[in-house]
């Protein structure tokens, strides 16, 4: 290892809680009814007995069947703005087009009279977002799309167990997506869910009879994505020098590509221990969040009313540019991811539409910690830092 590289601890924006050396204990776990137990855990934790739930490669893999199946024969499908350029990528995939929607007077809230106009007679179906945890209130909207034939598609690839009134996301549009990526509310190194909550929207769920993997197989591929995140981890503080590019490209620090065309039995298994601990993970970020939020005298992302977080992370508007930079600065010192990392660019191809408060969300908006690992010592770092804004 070289010199230049410090290798004392190191914080990601957000961590997985559970480690390596379990792996071997959820490959021993796993058998042809993992992937069938694991729907059953995650129907009972989001509380719901007659949705159609089906595992994917991933989220976005969930997103684009979902709209592939969509019963009628319009092709737009309104998304938010700031949007995962995936996310997209799948509406492209399906043979629809985009049409955005922006926030409205601060990043995170939505004027739903705004995106009503927006319902053109071609519009199929609109995706809500739940950002960084914190849910998306669009029961406004449920009425107009029931009288309109809109499908509603929840994105909740950040939030796990929020809640709107006493419902909890996921449960309440027509449909809705989960994704299990490293960066998401539980990790099982890749893979995502759909669920169908109206059927009267979508094309009969078939369960793909191709997911028979070897069970080495799976464990080497899991092994694999674990082992390059812990190997990513070690060079947060380096991420934007140039002895850490060079070593990028000479060693290579790209994520393996999944092999696995489905939720594998091992992430079955990892995915029901997780919601077994969800609920106490929950409570520790959403008490980390509010922590830092209560001490930080600048904007933060837009909490609704009747709605409970679960929080992914903290994004906090930073400004000016002089004063962002210098921050993100302090945080990579300190061996701290936060930055602008979700997302530093908007979806929107239109020139019709400016999305201004999108675009500060783009430009301006900082990803916070707030993962369960961290602790008071971490806390207080991350508080001296905004302290200095």
């Known amino acids: 290892m070289t010199k230049w590289l410090d290798m004392r601890k190191t914080i990601d924006t ?59 024969n319009n092709k737009t499908v309104l998304a938010p703005a700031f949007n995962c350029g995936t996310v997209k990528q799948s509406i492209i995939n399906s043979g629809c087009k985009v049409l955005t929607y922006d926030f409205s007077e601060t990043p995170g809230k939505v ?28 029961s406004e909207i449920i009425p107009v799309c029931q009288k309109k034939g809109i499908a509603i598609i929840e994105d909740c690839a950040h939030t796990l167990g929020g809640k709107i009134g006493n419902d909890t996301v996921g449960t309440i549009g027509d449909a809705s997506i989960f994704s ?93 221990w997780s919601l077994e601990k969800f609920s106490d993970t929950m409570q520790q970020r959403n008490a980390n969040a509010e922590e830092l939020i209560q001490c930080y005298m600048g904007p933060t992302w837009y909490q609704y009313p009747n709605t409970s977080p679960s929080f992914l992370r903290a994004k906090l508007g930073i400004h000016p540019d002089h004063v962002r930079k210098n921050i993100i600065r302090k945080f990579r010192k300190k061996g701290i991811r936060a930055d602008i990392l979700n ?28 993962h369960q690992n961290l602790t008071e010592e971490d806390i207080e770092t991350i508080k001296n830092i905004l302290a200095q804004t």
């Open 14 to 72: 957000v961590e997985n809680f559970w480690n390596l050396s379990q792996l071997k204990t959820f490959s021993r776990l796993a058998n042809q009814r993992s992937r069938t137990n694991f729907i059953g855990k995650f129907s009972d934790f989001l509380g719901v007995k007659n949705a159609e739930i089906e595992l994917k490669a991933s989220g976005s893999d969930a997103l684009t069947d979902l709209l592939t199946r969509r019963k009628n």
């Open 111 to 138: 004027d739903w009279s705004a995106v009503v106009k927006l319902m053109e007679a071609d519009v199929s179906v609109i995706i809500v977002t739940h950002f960084f945890g914190l849910p998306t209130d669009f």
């Open 180 to 272: 299990f990526n490293y960066d998401k509310p539980i990790s099982l190194c890749g893979g995502g869910l759909l669920v169908i909550n109206n059927p009267e929207h979508f094309l009969k769920i078939g369960e793909s009879s191709d997911h028979d993997h070897i069970l080495t197989d799976e464990l080497n591929q899991l092994k694999k994505v674990r082992l390059w995140y812990e190997r990513r981890k070690k060079f947060i503080k380096y991420e934007r020098s140039l002895p850490y590019r060079f070593y990028k490209k000479l060693f290579g620090l790209k994520a393996p590509s999944n092999r696995l065309n489905t939720l594998s039995a091992i992430q079955a298994e990892i995915g029901i």
């Open 343 to 370: 997302w530093p660019y908007t979806i929107n191809d239109s020139p019709d539409q400016s999305n201004e408060i999108t675009m500060d969300a783009t430009k301006n908006w900082v990803d916070i910690p707030v």
